[in-house]
C-alpha cells in the first residue's frame, strides 16, 4: 500500500519553540494516529483523531485534520528536549481489519 | 496496560540459518497481532497480520515461506526469518490489538536483526 508523506522529513528547534510536523495522505480514511519513536525504539502512540474530527488536544499536542486536503498536521508546543525523537502518522483506512499505513515520519530534534 | 513486549530486542545470525522473534501482549488478549518491518531512517512496513488460530495474512511483495509467522494463542505471536540474507537485516516491530477494547494497536519495543 502507498504510504503517505510527512513534511518536513527533518526539523531542528530550540527548546521552548513550537514545532509543526505535516502529514498527507491518499485515500480515504477512519482515522488518523501519530505516533513518536526514539532512536531504535518502539513505537509510542500519542493521540487518534477521528474522520469527523477536524482538531484535537492532548497536552501540549494538537492534532488538526481536514479530510479534504487529506492532511494532518501535529503541533507540539514549547518543545523539550526530550521530545526529540521521529514522528509518524498512520493512518487507518477503515473496512476491517485495522491496519495502519504510516507515513514517511519527521525527524525532529530539540536543542537546549 | 496494553504491554507488549518483544524477544531477542536484538539477534545477529549467520547467512543462511533461520530466526525466530516472539511478539507478545503481557496483560491483554490480542487477536490480531501485526508484523512490520523498518529499514534505518525509514518508516514502517506492515509485512502481515496475524490473526489467532488461523494463517496469516501478508501484504503484497512479502514471501510468507521466508516469514513464516505462527499466532497460536491470544498472547504470543512468532515470526521466523527462515535461510536470512544480509538484505533481512532490519529492525522487526509487532503490534497487538486488545481482542475487547478500541482497536488502538500498541507496539512492541522492535528487535534488531543483523544477518552476517
Known amino acids: 500500500s502507498q504510504q503517505g508523506e510527512e513534511d518536513p522529513q527533518a526539523l531542528s528547534i530550540q527548546e521552548g519553540e513550537n514545532a509543526t510536523m505535516n502529514c498527507s495522505y491518499k485515500t480515504s480514511i477512519n482515522n488518523l494516529q501519530w505516533y513518536r519513536q526514539n532512536s531504535g525504539r518502539g513505537l509510542v502512540h500519542l493521540i487518534l483523531i477521528r474522520s469527523n474530527e477536524r482538531e484535537k488536544h492532548s497536552g501540549r499536542l494538537r492534532v488538526t485534520l481536514d479530510t479534504s486536503k487529506k492532511s494532518s498536521s501535529l503541533l507540539i508546543t514549547a518543545s523539550r528536549a526530550a521530545d526529540t525523537a521521529s514522528y509518524f502518522c498512520?493512518?487507518?483506512?477503515?473496512?476491517?481489519?485495522?491496519?495502519?499505513?504510516f507515513g514517511t515520519g519527521t525527524q525532529l530534534k530539540v536543542e537546549l | 496496560g496494553a504491554v507488549v513486549s518483544q524477544h531477542p530486542s536484538r539477534v545477529i545470525c549467520k547467512s543462511g540459518t533461520s530466526v525466530k522473534i516472539e511478539c507478545r501482549s503481557l496483560?491483554?488478549?490480542?487477536?490480531?497481532m501485526f508484523w512490520y518491518r523498518q529499514f534505518p531512517k525509514q518508516s514502517l512496513m506492515l509485512m502481515a497480520t496475524?490473526?489467532?488460530?488461523?494463517?496469516?495474512?501478508?501484504e503484497q511483495g512479502v514471501e510468507k515461506d521466508k516469514f513464516l509467522i505462527n499466532h497460536a494463542s491470544l498472547t504470543l505471536s512468532t515470526l521466523t526469518v527462515t535461510s536470512a540474507h544480509p538484505e533481512d537485516s532490519s529492525f522487526y516491530i509487532c503490534?497487538?490489538?486488545?481482542?475487547?477494547?478500541?482497536?488502538?494497536?500498541?507496539f512492541g519495543p522492535g528487535t534488531r536483526l543483523t544477518v552476517t
Open positions: 498512520a493512518t487507518d483506512a477503515g473496512g476491517g481489519g485495522n491496519k495502519l499505513t
Open positions: 496475524s490473526n489467532e488460530g488461523s494463517k496469516a495474512t501478508y
Open positions: 503490534s497487538a490489538i486488545r481482542t475487547s477494547g478500541n482497536y488502538e494497536q500498541y
Open positions: 496483560d491483554f488478549q490480542a487477536t490480531t
